[in-house]
């Protein structure tokens, strides 16, 4: 079963409206990620946070991380309509000798102009 | 480089037949990984390769599922006597590989496939 949990499952704002998704997770883990996904396709990486970082920032991207409730938010500044995707979370162990990667059900942004 | 490259982009087959969906990692990444993403949901687990091995193929939902890779490249995922519950997208990622530290996985534009 999947570890990520996220919320809102759908969100619609307006352009240069700030976006924020949350996530949650249920085991320890080595870092989170975030990704987003176009019209159901491939994923792009957006950013990393490590376990022992609270936040990390990148362009109009801000990540925090808190490990003693185990979530993480993904804050979107200034919104734009190309901002328009689906952002999963997805948490990493180290287990089996590799990384293993876990997603959460995502959140579908909505960014209209 | 090219990126990771998977085929056929869509594939549409009747319950009971076979289907093989092809990834091509992106060259020089040891570790490839496929995920399934039904409609509307994250993405699911299957299998991963270190090299040609598969020591994680946890996630494959049954025996249908199976998985290879040959010359630490190429990997097709093939699903025998197709159901309708199998249609989804499926996802080929792949990265450097077999260290503690955190690889990046760089995803494939997915393969979707419908099955009537």
């Known amino acids: 079963s999947q570890q990520g949990e996220e919320d809102p499952q759908a969100l619609s704002i307006q352009e240069g409206e700030n976006a924020t998704m949350n996530c949650s997770y249920k085991t320890s883990i080595n870092n989170l990620q975030w990704y987003r996904q176009n019209s159901g396709r491939g994923l792009v990486h957006l950013i990393l946070i490590r376990s022992n970082e609270r936040e990390k920032h990148s362009g109009r991207l801000r990540v925090t991380l808190d490990t003693s409730k185990k979530s993480s938010s993904l804050l979107i500044t200034a919104s734009r309509a190309a901002d328009t995707a689906s952002y999963f979370c997805?948490?990493?162990?180290?287990?089996?000798?590799?990384?293993?990667?876990?997603f959460g059900a995502g959140t579908r942004l909505a960014v209209h102009p | 480089g090219a990126g990771v490259s998977q085929s056929p982009s869509n594939k549409v087959t009747e319950k009971g037949k076979d289907v093989e969906l092809r990834c091509d990692p992106i060259?020089?990444?040891?570790?490839l990984y496929w995920y399934r993403q039904s409609l509307g949901q994250g993405l699911e687990f299957l299998i991963y390769?270190?090299?040609?091995?598969?020591?994680?193929k946890s996630g494959l939902p049954s025996d249908r599922f199976s998985a290879e890779r040959t010359g630490g490249s190429v990997s097709t995922l093939t699903i025998q006597r197709t159901q309708q519950e199998d249609s989804a997208v499926y996802l080929c990622a792949s990265s450097f590989g077999g260290t503690r530290s955190y690889n990046e996985q760089f995803f494939g534009p997915g393969t979707r496939l419908t099955v009537l």
């Open positions: 060259s020089g990444h040891t570790a």
């Open positions: 997805a948490t990493s162990l180290f287990s089996g000798g590799y990384n293993k990667l876990i």
């Open positions: 390769f270190q090299g040609n091995s598969a020591p994680d």
